[in-house]
């Protein structure tokens, strides 16, 4: 799976449907327990690269959520925020996502540990 196509095309999608006129760079690195985050200054999402093989819908939820934090310039979880994300994705969808995530995570660690 080519991540870059996968990761441009979310960021492209995401950026024109939300407004994001601002350059967004994204990069990609290995984070024992964190999933995604932004430097809302510099509009770098860092994307944790073990979360890639997990699907392109987890690509897609972790870009959307980060570029929500730069359309909104909002570090928070909003009421806003939740009713822009699950608009795209639905909110039970986001809920297996997320443990998608938690359970990629604890493996993770466990065989970090070892």
């Given at each position: 799976?080519?991540?870059?196509?996968?990761?441009?095309?979310?960021?492209?999608?995401?950026?024109?449907?939300?407004?994001?006129?601002?350059?967004?760079?994204?990069?990609?690195?290995?984070?024992?327990?964190?999933?995604?985050?932004?430097?809302?200054?510099?509009?770098?999402?860092?994307?944790?690269?073990?979360?890639?093989?997990?699907?392109?819908?987890?690509?897609?939820?972790?870009?959307?959520h980060e570029?929500?934090?730069?359309?909104?310039?909002?570090?928070?979880?909003?009421?806003?925020?939740?009713?822009?994300?699950?608009?795209?994705i639905p909110?039970?969808?986001?809920?297996?996502?997320?443990?998608?995530?938690?359970?990629?995570?604890?493996?993770?660690?466990?065989?970090?540990?070892?």
């Open positions: 799976m080519n991540y870059e196509e996968i990761v441009n095309r979310f960021l492209t999608r995401y950026k024109l449907i939300l407004g994001v006129k601002e350059e967004v760079k994204v990069k990609i690195r290995r984070y024992s327990t964190r999933t995604a985050f932004v430097d809302l200054r510099s509009k770098i999402i860092y994307i944790n690269r073990h979360l890639l093989d997990l699907g392109e819908d987890v690509i897609e939820y972790l870009l959307l570029l929500l934090h730069i359309k909104l310039r909002e570090k928070h979880h909003t009421t806003q925020f939740y009713a822009i994300l699950h608009f795209f909110e039970e969808k986001v809920n297996e996502i997320k443990e998608k995530i938690i359970k990629k995570l604890i493996e993770i660690n466990r065989n970090n540990k070892r």
